[in-house]
T-cell receptor
Framework: EAQVTQNPRYLITVTGKKLTVTCSQNMNHEYMSWYRQDPGLGLRQIYYSMNVEVTDKGDVPEGYKVSRKEKRNFPLILESPSPNQTSLYFC????????????FGSGTRLTVV | AQTVTQSQPEMSVQEAETVTLSCTYDTSENNYYLFWYKQPPSRQMILVIRQEAYKQQNATENRFSVNFQKAAKSFSLKISDSQLGDTAMYFCAFMIRNFGNEKLTFGTGTRLTIIP
């Protein structure tokens, strides 16, 4: 089944403890992206990647890192999480030529205490 | 910078009725994409419909259709014969059609409830 897989689905952590949210897609998509969703703000883009080793900042990149060492994987790294990073996170991917129609993962609910 | 505005935070409609969700956007670009995404209570984000700005014909997908008014920068979603499964948050989104640009800008969403 074609899909974007995020793990974990739920995560509670403490301030300052490094964490990684994994994202993997099995559709050979070139483009991948991370978003965070907060009430009243919609979804905001954190980082995106156009292919292996090609990444760029979105609208809210502060406090996050990404890497794209393999085409299928695009992990989101929080080096020192803070409570304002408590949010619902989505990974998404699309194929080149699909005109921006992204396939989304199921989301990761992160709580930083 | 591009902005997307959804002015209806919440809407409700009786089952089998037709409902229209509004979306306006602001851009100086001429070539772009517009999307409607659905987020049911399961929180999965699902692409409902896509419109390419250079196409004058409005996109349709079964019971879902859009009214794309490029000059007015308006992109509304019409849901016909609404069903209980249509209950969800609906997000309008915008992307410039330009190689190297992957910025997908979302509106704040409209929570739609279908009443049995």
């Amino acid at each position: 089944e074609a899909q974007v897989t995020q793990n974990p689905r739920y995560l509670i952590t403490v301030t300052g403890k490094k964490l990684t949210v994994t994202c993997s897609q099995n559709m050979n998509h070139e483009y991948m992206s991370w978003y965070r969703q907060d009430p009243g703000l919609g979804l905001r883009q954190i980082y995106y990647s156009m292919n292996v080793e090609v990444t760029d900042k979105g609208d809210v990149p502060e406090g996050y890192k990404v890497s794209r060492k393999e085409k299928r994987n695009f992990p989101l790294i929080l080096e020192s999480p803070s409570p304002n990073q408590t949010s619902l996170y989505f990974c998404a991917s699309r194929m080149d030529g699909q005109g921006g129609g992204y396939t989304f993962g199921s989301g990761t609910r992160l709580t930083v205490v | 910078a591009q902005t997307v505005t959804q002015s209806q935070p919440e809407m409700s409609v009786q089952e089998a009725e037709t409902v229209t969700l509004s979306c306006t956007y602001d851009t100086s670009e001429n070539n772009y994409y517009l999307f409607w995404y659905k987020q049911p209570p399961s929180r999965q984000m699902i692409l409902v419909i896509r419109q390419e700005a250079y196409k004058q014909q409005n996109a349709t997908e079964n019971r879902f259709s859009v009214n794309f008014q490029k000059a007015a920068k308006s992109f509304s979603l019409k849901i016909s014969d609404s069903q209980l499964g249509d209950t969800a948050m609906y997000f309008c989104a915008f992307m410039i059609r330009n190689f190297g640009n992957e910025k997908l800008t979302f509106g704040t969403g409209t929570r739609l409830t279908i009443i049995p």
